[in-house]
């Protein structure tokens, strides 16, 4: 699986875009990711469930009624819409899909190249 990741900023707001190509049979979840400098990698929303046709959808508490993740389905693509950004959501944003190669073993992850977010006041 091949993460590409893209963003577009409008107004205020920024949308991130991550497009899985390659194999992506057996793909069961994909999510956004943002890691701040000297600080832990920290999930922020992500889709569970593709295998059976996608459908739950969870978010950290510091992006929710702000950050809005969708999926167009067939894109193999998931949109991160950020709106009322402000300096703490300052960080890397890494794009991440789990993909099961085989039943009964865990999860392959795999990502992005990491996109730059950066909120100034």
């Known amino acids: 699986v091949h993460l590409v990741e893209s963003g577009v900023q409008a107004g205020g707001s920024l949308r991130l875009s991550c497009a899985a190509s390659g194999t992506t049979d057996g793909l069961t979840a994909m999510a956004w990711y943002r890691q701040a400098p000297g600080k832990q990698r920290e999930l922020v929303a992500e889709i569970t469930g593709l295998e059976i046709g996608g459908g739950r959808t969870t978010y950290a508490d510091f992006v929710k009624g702000r950050f809005w993740l969708f999926r167009r389905e067939v894109a193999n693509t998931v949109d991160l819409t950020m709106h009322s950004l402000s300096p703490e959501d300052t960080a890397m944003y890494l794009c991440?899909?789990?993909?099961?190669?085989?039943?009964?073993?865990?999860?392959?992850?795999?990502w992005g190249q990491g996109t730059q977010v950066t909120v100034q006041v």
């Open positions: 991440n899909a789990k993909q099961v190669d085989e039943v009964g073993l865990p999860p392959q992850n795999y």
